[in-house]
């Protein structure tokens, strides 16, 4: 269920407490591109850690890479991805704004869809206690009218985009009187595709000859790497090469903060297996990477696969793994079967033969390839939308990130509880031993209250106050994040408190 509200208050509390913002913001900004801010770097690195140690250091057949963003440009004419790599635009000739011609015809039937959804509601409080939802969506007229409207806008944009018949996804766009959301207008372009890759230039001289692409996905870099990976670490089939870094689309529609960006983050993965093998890797992958999405505490019903019934030529199977989101269930992460088309492509391109020898058979022959790609920024958005929460407590609201300990900015603040009597020295000290293992951090100003506070809002798991009695005892107040229990434990047992609820291990051991 969506929740529009809730996900304003997330953007703002991103921006207000130093997890993400809007890129060169003192200029006005740049659409679609955000900027990550002290707690929201540490939050990503985390989550990029997380991801990383358990596909490489859990598995011993996955390896990493750190390819560049500049490729060769016949890369990219190799992965279909300039001849392909488009979405249909049209834009409106009185606002002069550009809209992806499928997304105008979604947004359409999601307005109709709501239309549904109020007759539903409206229904629902006339007839009371005995009201059939199923029965009354089978046979009300205006139901039934409007689920016909959805049903052949969908039907029309597939066959349309299926066949590349964009005069065909015009003509539904003006035959179901869209307009323009700015100038309220029908005066529509044609629709035209649109490359989605940014070019630029190797060299000082502009002369067109040497331009080259950002790359759109980081895959391609696994895929040229594969024959190099390959020989140097002597793997055998099947085996996995993994990476993360920027990748760069030209979104017309960017929209929904973090969620679709101009310049981005992924996490992707190649598994290389022994045609034939691949579904069996396939539905593997599909069931751990979901396994490992829940391991962050997010309920299953927060969770779906979305199977994909149309597919690209060249893969056998296609998965979304999608999360509700507080404006509905959207991808996060993709897990695609796509045979031995990238190796086979790159093959024919550079003419070198990617082909892998399999001494048990006496064969050479191009792997196939399971993919799962995830968007870290997807994810980061999606553990920040779960994390955050409003609570009453003695008649105030406190907001809080109820993120889990392992991925949390800060693992914990030390906190004297007033500026003397020996406390803020004896903090400090706590805070130099545990600085080497932890990132920790330290604040004296303003009242105990509003220190936990602010802790609760950046998602801290742990406060330790530090007063009069920890000079005499030894030991410490230590506040727990989600329960704001308190509990006096001894200085010399901190390191190993925090290394119990902090550690990643505590993720990694559950997907083992
Ligand atoms: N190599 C396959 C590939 O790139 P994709 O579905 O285009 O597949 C994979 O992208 C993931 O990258 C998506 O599931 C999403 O999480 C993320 N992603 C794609 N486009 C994005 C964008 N414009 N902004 C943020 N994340 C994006």
């Given at each position: 269920m969506g929740n529009p509200a809730i996900f304003e208050k997330v953007i703002s509390h991103c921006k207000e407490y130093g997890f993400v913002f809007p890129s060169s913001d003192i200029y006005g900004g740049l659409t679609a591109v955000y900027d990550y801010g002290q707690n929201g770097v540490e939050l990503k690195n985390n989550l990029r850690s997380y991801w990383w140690k358990s596909m490489t250091q859990l598995n011993q057949n996955i390896v990493g890479i750190d390819a560049s963003i500049?490729?060769?440009p016949k890369v990219w004419k190799a992965s279909g991805h300039v001849d392909g790599f488009s979405d249909p635009m049209i834009d409106n000739k009185d606002s002069k704004k550009r809209y992806r011609a499928d997304v105008l015809l979604e947004d359409h039937q999601e307005k109709i869809r709501l239309k549904i959804e109020k007759e539903l509601e409206k229904a629902a409080t006339r007839f009371g206690e005995g009201f059939d939802e199923i029965v009354f969506k089978q046979t009300n007229s205006r139901i039934l009218e409007y689920q016909k409207q959805v049903d052949h806008i969908y039907t029309v944009m597939r066959e349309g985009l299926e066949k590349g018949d964009l005069a065909m996804i015009k003509e539904l766009i003006v035959a179901e009187g869209i307009v323009c959301p700015?100038?309220?207008?029908?005066n529509w372009t044609d629709v035209r595709q649109f490359n989605l890759m940014y070019s630029t230039q190797m060299s000082a001289t502009d002369s067109g000859e040497d331009s080259l692409y950002l790359r759109p996905e980081t895959a391609q870099g696994i895929f040229v790497n594969f024959l190099h990976v390959q020989k140097t670490s002597r793997l055998k089939l099947p085996f996995g090469i993994v990476q993360t870094g920027k990748a760069f689309r030209n979104e017309i529609v960017a929209r929904q903060f973090i969620m679709r960006m101009k310049e981005f983050e992924q996490m992707e993965m190649q598994f290389f297996c022994k045609p034939g093998t691949e579904l069996e890797f396939y539905e593997f992958w599909k069931a751990h990477r979901l396994k490992w999405h829940k391991t962050l505490g997010t309920p299953d019903s927060k969770y779906r696969f979305h199977e994909h019934v149309k597919l690209a030529h060249y893969a056998n199977a296609a998965v979304d793994i999608e999360y509700d989101f507080p404006f509905g269930f959207k991808e996060v992460e993709g897990i695609h079967s796509r045979k031995d088309f990238d190796l086979s492509k790159h093959e024919e391109y550079?003419?070198?033969?990617m082909r892998y020898f399999d001494s048990e058979t006496n064969e050479s022959y191009i792997p196939c390839v399971v993919e799962t790609s995830i968007g870290l920024d997807r994810l980061f958005l999606l553990a920040v939308c779960e994390a955050y929460s409003e609570e009453e407590v003695n008649g105030d609201t406190r907001t809080v990130l109820k993120l889990h300990p392992a991925i949390a900015p800060v693992k914990a603040a030390i906190l004297p509880l007033i500026k003397k009597d020996g406390l803020p020295e004896l903090a400090e000290k706590i805070y130099n031993d545990l600085r080497m293992d932890f990132n920790v951090y330290i604040e004296d100003k303003d009242s105990i209250g509003k220190r936990y506070r602010r802790m609760d809002a950046i998602g801290t798991p742990f406060c330790i106050t530090v007063d009069h009695d920890s000079i005499l005892q030894g030991d410490v107040t230590i506040r727990h994040r989600d329960s704001m229990e308190q509990q006096r434990v001894n200085i010399k047992d901190l390191s190993k408190i925090l290394n119990d609820a902090v550690n990643m291990n505590c993720l990694l051991k559950q997907l083992l």
């Open positions: 500049f490729m060769h700015l100038s309220g207008s029908r550079s003419g070198k033969k």
